[in-house]
């Protein structure tokens, strides 16, 4: 059975624990985690603790564009979401969010950026932890990622405010539903 959730980050600051106990007490049942704070491997027992469910992490997503350079910039950022993967594996939470481009103008498909999504979906699905590759302002990524690499583990996070945004006639849940993960 679905559970309501809410995403734990309310874009003040607010420490984590104020944050869970609000989620609590409004009648929320699950929450999501932004896997970027300092104490991010506390939070899963504190939210557990209050009775809630964990739906997904977050994932940091600074300079998401250099996943598709050749650089050691695109290293990184395949490195930090393969601990991201390795933390939810670790922590029992099913699905890490992951942005494939930034919020500016997305750099071109390449090879090399396939090739580490691709080394990232087999880790995941070792791990048994889902991707969920969020709907930004450009969906042509993910269109080519879902119709390259096939996988039970790869899936899409629908943004209702991205889609309202930036593509409000992409339909991204009729395109995307039936990949949906978060």
């Not at 469910?53 to 250099?66: E, G, L, Q, S, Y």
């Not at 670790?90 to 090879?111: D, K, L, R, W, Y």
Request: proline share 4%; hydrophobic share 40%; charged share 20%.
């Amino acid at each position: 059975m679905t559970k309501l959730g809410i995403f734990s980050w309310f874009s003040y600051p607010l420490p984590i624990e104020e944050r869970l106990q609000m989620i609590k007490q409004a009648g929320f049942e699950a929450t999501s985690l932004w896997w970027g704070d300092e104490n991010k491997h506390l939070q899963p027992e504190m939210a557990r603790k209050m009775g809630l469910h964990i739906d997904n992490i977050h994932t940091p997503f600074n300079h998401p564009n250099d996943f598709w350079l050749d650089n050691l910039d695109g290293e990184d950022y395949l490195n930090m979401l393969v601990s991201c993967v390795n933390n939810c594996m670790q922590h029992n939470i099913p699905v890490a969010v992951i942005h494939v481009t930034g919020f500016s103008t997305p750099t071109e498909i390449t090879q090399i950026g396939m090739d580490r999504i691709k080394r990232l979906v087999d880790i995941a699905e070792n791990k048994k932890v889902y991707l969920a590759f969020e709907n930004l302002n450009f969906l042509h990524h993910l269109d080519y990622i879902f119709e390259n690499i096939k996988s039970d583990y790869l899936g899409f996070c629908y943004d209702s405010g991205h889609e309202n945004c930036f593509h409000h006639d992409a339909e991204c849940l009729s395109r995307y539903g039936n990949r949906l993960f978060a």
